[in-house]
C-alpha cells in the first residue's frame, strides 16, 4: 500500500500489478495553501524571476514582452497557488511562461545584443581569421539570433545563466540527453556560421 | 573514439568538462578547436541587463489579484483556521443530521423501530451506537439497524464507507449487498460502492462474509471483492483511523469506476464520459479541494479532462 506522506506529488509508472501498469499519486496536506502566501510568493519571485525573464528573452529575443511575461507567469502561479506544491512552482512557471509564449506573434529577427563582462574581454585570445573583436562579436550574435529557438534557449541559459545541463533539462521538461544535443548542435551550427561568413569576407 | 563530428554530445560533453583525457586531447589538436574555443569563451563572457527582482515584484504585487479565498496570513495560522473550521463545520454537520434524526425517530418511533444514518456529499458525521460503539460514516452513506433488536443482535447494514470501533460484548456484524463483517470487539472499516467491497480490520480480529465464503483478518489486514469475487487479501500501512476521516482518501488498486464514485461522494462529480474498463488507480485525494483530487486522479492516467464546477460535470478523453 502507498501511504508515504513524505511525497508530495508521485507519479509513478513502473509499478505492475497483474497486468496493469498502475499510476500512484500522493497528495500531503500539510503543504497545502502553502503557496498563498505573500511570503511564499516573494520568495519564489525573488528565487526564480530573473532566471526566468532571461529565459524567457532567449525565446522571445525581446524584453519588454519577457518581463510582462514574467508577471503573468507569477500571476497564473497566485491564481492557481492552492493546487500546486512548492516543488512543482518553478516547472510551473516554465510550463506557463513557454505556453504563453507559443501563442505570441514572431517579430521580426532583430539581432541580439549582448554586454561582455569586462574581465573576460581583456583575456580574450585574438580570433580566427584575424577578425576584430566587435565584428567577431557581431557575427556571433546574428548567428546566436538564427539558431533553432530550442538549441539557442539550451545554449544562451548554459553560456549566460551558467546552468547546467541537468538544471536546464529541469525547467525545460526534456531530458538531459535532449539538452546536450541542442547543445552540441548549437555549437556546430556557430561554428558553420562563422566560418561561412568568414569565406565571404 | 569518439569525435564531434560523430558523436552528437560531444561538444557539449566538452564544455562541461566531462571529455576523457583521450577525446579531449584529440579534439584539442583538430583544426575546428580554435574556432569552438573562440565560441566558447566569447559566450561565456555574455550578458544580459540584470533584472530588477525587488522592484518585479513590487510592481507584481500591486497589480494582482487576490484571488478568491486567498488570506493574507503566514501559513501555519491559516492552516489553524482552517483546521478549527473543518471541525466546527463538521460539528455542525454532525448535531445538524443527529437532531434531525433525533425528531425523525421521536415522530415515528411507535411505528418503526429502525435508525437510519445518511450522509450528503462530502458531508461526514460521527456516531455513538446504543451499546457505546463508535462510528464514523463517510460521505455519501447510509447506515441503518434496527433498535429493537440492536440488544439481541448487534447488526447493521451499509451502503457507502464507515469506520467502526466496535464496544466488547456479542457478535457485531455490519452487511453489505456483497458481504458481511462480522466481529467481536475490534477496530476495522468497511466500503461498500459500486459494487465494490473493501474490509479492513485496525483492531483484533474480523470475519469477513461473502456468500459461502469466509476470511479472517487480522490488524493491518484488508481485503477487497468486486461483484462477489476476490480480488486480493493483503496488508495495509495502518492509521490510527482511515485516511478518509482526517480528510485524505487512499485508494488501493481500485477500479476506475470506484474511484469516480469516491469523488461524486466527497464533491458530487458528475462524470459524463464513459468509463474505460480495466484501470486500476492507486493513490490518494483530499477531501476538501475538488480541483486538486480530480487532477490527482486524471494526470497519472495522462487523461485530458475539463471540469465545469457549476454543473459539476467532468468529462475526459482517454489518451
Not at chain 1, 13 to 32: E, L, T
Not at chain 1, 58 to 64: L, M, S, V
Not at chain 2, 36 to 57: C, E, H, L, R, Y
Not at chain 2, 73 to 92: C, D, G, H, M
Request: charged share 25%; aromatic share 10%.
Amino acid at each position: 500500500m502507498i501511504q508515504s506522506f513524505e511525497h508530495h506529488i508521485c507519479i509513478e509508472r513502473q509499478q505492475v500489478v497483474g497486468f496493469a501498469c498502475q499510476p500512484i499519486c500522493i497528495w500531503n496536506p500539510r503543504f497545502m495553501d502553502h503557496l498563498c502566501t505573500d511570503s511564499a510568493i516573494e520568495q519564489l519571485y525573488k528565487a526564480h524571476a530573473a532566471q526566468l525573464r532571461n529565459y524567457l528573452y532567449y525565446r522571445c529575443k525581446d524584453f519588454e514582452r519577457s518581463n510582462d511575461l514574467v508577471q503573468d507567469a507569477f500571476s497564473k502561479l497566485w491564481e492557481k497557488c492552492k493546487d500546486i506544491v512548492p516543488e512543482a512552482a518553478k516547472s510551473f512557471l516554465y510550463t506557463v511562461a513557454r505556453n504563453a509564449m507559443i501563442n505570441l506573434s514572431k517579430k521580426d529577427q532583430v539581432r541580439m545584443e549582448f554586454a561582455v563582462q569586462q574581465e573576460h574581454s581583456l583575456d580574450y585570445e585574438t580570433p580566427q581569421f584575424d577578425m576584430e573583436f566587435a565584428e567577431y562579436k557581431t557575427k556571433l550574435e546574428s548567428a546566436i539570433t538564427s539558431l533553432p529557438d530550442g538549441q539557442r534557449e539550451v545554449f544562451l541559459m548554459n553560456r549566460i545563466d551558467k546552468l547546467t545541463y541537468r538544471e536546464i533539462a529541469e525547467r525545460l521538461e526534456i531530458s538531459q540527453k535532449a539538452v546536450e544535443k541542442r547543445m552540441h548542435n548549437a555549437l556546430v551550427k556557430l561554428r558553420e556560421a562563422l566560418t561561412e561568413t568568414a569565406h565571404l569576407i | 573514439m569518439n569525435t564531434w563530428k560523430t558523436d552528437d554530445t560531444f561538444l557539449a560533453r566538452w564544455l562541461a568538462g566531462e571529455l576523457s583525457d583521450e577525446e579531449r586531447q584529440a579534439f584539442e589538436e583538430s583544426e575546428e578547436f580554435a574556432q569552438f574555443k573562440d565560441i566558447s569563451q566569447t559566450t561565456a563572457a555574455f550578458q544580459v541587463p540584470a533584472f530588477d527582482a525587488d522592484a518585479g515584484f513590487d510592481a507584481w504585487k500591486k497589480n494582482r489579484v487576490l484571488p478568491r479565498e486567498n488570506v493574507e496570513q503566514p501559513s501555519e495560522t491559516k492552516a489553524n483556521v482552517n483546521a478549527l473550521s473543518r471541525i466546527q463545520r463538521f460539528a455542525l454537520v454532525a448535531s445538524i443530521i443527529v437532531s434531525a434524526l433525533v425528531g425523525a425517530y421521536l415522530i415515528q418511533g411507535t411505528t418503526s423501530s429502525i435508525v437510519e444514518y445518511q450522509t450528503g456529499i462530502g458531508e461526514q458525521t460521527q456516531l455513538i451506537l446504543p451499546d457505546g460503539s463508535e462510528v464514523i460514516l463517510n460521505a455519501n452513506s447510509k447506515l441503518t439497524y434496527d433498535e429493537k433488536m440492536w440488544d439481541k443482535v448487534r447488526s447493521l447494514s451499509l451502503t457507502g464507507e464507515a469506520f467502526f470501533k466496535v464496544a466488547s460484548g456479542d457478535q457485531f456484524e455490519v452487511n453489505t449487498p456483497i458481504g458481511s463483517v462480522s466481529v467481536i470487539g475490534t477496530e476495522f472499516n468497511v466500503k461498500y460502492r459500486d459494487s465494490f467491497f473493501d474490509a479492513s480490520c485496525y483492531e483484533g480480529t474480523v470475519a469477513v462474509r461473502i456468500g459461502a465464503e469466509n476470511n479472517v483478518l487480522t490488524a493491518g489486514q484488508e481485503i477487497t471483492f468486486q461483484r462477489g469475487k476476490k480480488i486480493e487479501q493483503r496488508s495495509f500501512q495502518q492509521t490510527a483511523t482511515p485516511g478518509w476521516s482526517t480528510g485524505i482518501v487512499n485508494l488501493t488498486e481500485v477500479p476506475l469506476a470506484v474511484v469516480f464514485s469516491e469523488l461524486e461522494a466527497q464533491f458530487g462529480v458528475i462524470v459524463t464520459s464513459a468509463i474505460p474498463e480495466g484501470l486500476i488507480y492507486t493513490g490518494s485525494f483530499p477531501t476538501n479541494n475538488v480541483e486538486s483530487a480530480i487532477r490527482l486522479v486524471m494526470e497519472p492516467f495522462g487523461f485530458t479532462y475539463q471540469y465545469n464546477p457549476q454543473t459539476q460535470q467532468l468529462t475526459f478523453n482517454t489518451p
